[in-house]
């Protein structure tokens, strides 16, 4: 009966706090590897990547924060600031982060590992926060942490109390416009992430939608809310493909105007 309860209350919190898409992202105090900070106001009016980890000294979390680390760049051109947290102390984290530094010089040695990733750079250094959150307060508060997310049989790790991998993205006006969950045995995709970055950022200056495996570049769904006549106006263009009169496509707004990598693309992609 205690173990019930005990199950039921542990359920009952982590689904009284779980954050949800269109919530304001909870403020908190932290302590972090740049020492301690108050959430919003380190936040400022930046688009933020809030992401957990199970723990340091791990082998799919290394390879998942030396990654983040090379994307350092990309995050920085769409203003957007980066912050770890996991449930390890931060001396835990600055012991880790050398191991971090390093797994560039381990890809270099595995000859195999390092086609499967691209643009490795020679310096890939860890310059973005990792939260210390040794009682599980943030965690529990965002909904990072889950008590039956234990690992499986075929993953690495310990069976004690671990996040899981979540991902929240998080607009200018501390907004939570994504939520994403994985497995901990799974590590995550980063170039998806700036994706989708891509595509709230565009979403949010523009009436549009993107489509399936849209990437940066590719034609747009008009909104349904415009009027057909209004569209030339709207999005400066008279290139408008009609699938059905609910499904509209256009090239990217100012992709072909502003974009280098738009010298690499065509115009009309939809077609």
């Known amino acids: 009966m205690k173990k019930f309860l005990c199950t039921f209350l542990i359920f009952f919190i982590h689904n009284l706090h779980a954050v949800k898409i269109g919530d304001i992202a909870p403020n908190f105090k932290a302590s972090t590897t740049i020492g ?11 688009w933020i990547v809030l992401f957990s980890h199970p723990g340091d000294f791990t082998p799919v979390c290394t390879t998942e924060l030396a990654s983040v680390a090379q ?7 769409r203003k957007v600031k980066v912050i770890a947290l996991s449930g390890d102390s931060v001396k835990d984290h600055q012991e880790w982060i050398p191991h971090i530094n390093s797994f560039k010089d381990t890809l270099k040695r595995e000859g195999s590992l390092l086609s499967m990733i691209n643009n490795w750079k020679e310096d890939t ?6 939260i210390a959150d040794e009682d ?4 529990t508060l965002y909904g990072m942490y889950h008590p039956n997310a234990m690992p499986n049989s075929n993953s690495l790790g310990t069976l004690n109390r671990e996040n899981i991998r979540a991902v929240y993205i998080i607009d200018s006006n501390k907004i939570i416009q994504t939520i ?3 497995p901990k ?15 709230l950022q565009l979403s949010q200056k523009y009436k549009i939608s993107t489509p399936a495996n ?15 006549e209004d569209i030339p106006e709207i999005y400066n263009t008279d290139d ?4 059905q009169d609910y499904l509209k496509f256009i090239d990217q707004p100012e992709f072909f105007n502003e974009s280098d990598e738009s010298k690499k693309r065509s115009k009309g992609g939809f077609k």
């Open 36 to 46: 301690d900070l108050t959430f919003h106001e380190w936040a400022n009016e930046s």
């Open 71 to 77: 994307l350092q760049p990309e995050f920085n051109k």
């Open 125 to 130: 250094d860890i310059n973005y926060p990792i």
């Open 136 to 139: 599980f307060s943030i965690s």
């Open 180 to 182: 994403l969950i994985y």
């Open 185 to 199: 045995n799974i590590g995550r995709n980063f170039k998806e992430i700036l994706r989708t970055i891509d595509a």
């Open 214 to 228: 849209w990437k940066n570049g590719d034609p747009v769904i008009v909104s349904n809310d415009v009027p057909l």
């Open 240 to 243: 408008i493909n009609i699938y």
